[in-house]
């Protein structure tokens, strides 16, 4: 476990805190600090040269983990609903599906991390922003997020095809 990992294993207690309290400041500290960890983990792995597979699958799986658990915060109180969680979530839950199919039919499809994704997990953060401070304004940024999902889903269907292709040619 590097450093790096550590740093990105904190997301799921900076989660579970979000779930746990009430109150904007101290959400928006936990968010503050969830997007510190998502930044400095990278950063750190590529500065100490230690970048690794297991990084690779754990700063996504921790990435995605935060993002779900702290919207999920906001199913208790009247500005999200589940259709909504389910349009927020659905990169995520597309990829996450897509990754144990692989794994459970053996088949190895490398992916790395898209711009389409990272737009989608920040235009995600933003709108748990907006759940915290103008809760009322969140309609727009589901549909935002929606259509920036359907652009990331095209796009890492798209270069998981050609990852098969390739390694199928090679073969």
């Known amino acids: 476990m590097t450093l790096p990992n550590l740093i990105s294993a904190l997301r799921l207690p900076i989660a ?7 109150g904007v400041l101290w959400r928006g500290l936990l968010l503050f600090f969830g997007g510190v960890t998502d930044a400095m983990d990278g950063w750190l792995a590529r ?17 995605k983990l935060f993002v779900i658990i702290a919207l999920a915060a906001f199913l208790r109180e009247p500005y999200l609903s589940w259709p909504e969680f389910a349009v927020l979530i659905s ?10 199919v692989a794994k459970t039919i053996r088949v190895a499809v490398s992916v ?20 915290l ?3 009322g304004q969140v309609d727009l940024f589901v549909v935002v997020v929606g259509v920036a999902s359907v ?9 998981g095809i050609a990852s098969l292709r390739k390694r199928h040619q090679e073969a």
Do not use: H
């Open 16 to 22: 579970a805190a979000f779930l746990a309290v009430d």
């Open 47 to 63: 500065k100490l040269g230690v970048q690794s597979e297991a990084g690779a699958v754990i700063d996504p799986l921790f990435d």
């Open 133 to 135: 401070f103008t809760p």
């Open 151 to 159: 652009i990331a889903i095209l796009d890492y269907t798209s270069a």
């Open 112 to 131: 790395r991390s898209r711009f389409s994704g990272k737009l989608v997990t920040f235009l995600q953060l933003v709108t748990l922003f907006v759940l």
């Open 91 to 100: 990169r995520d839950l597309y990829v996450g599906s897509g990754f144990i």
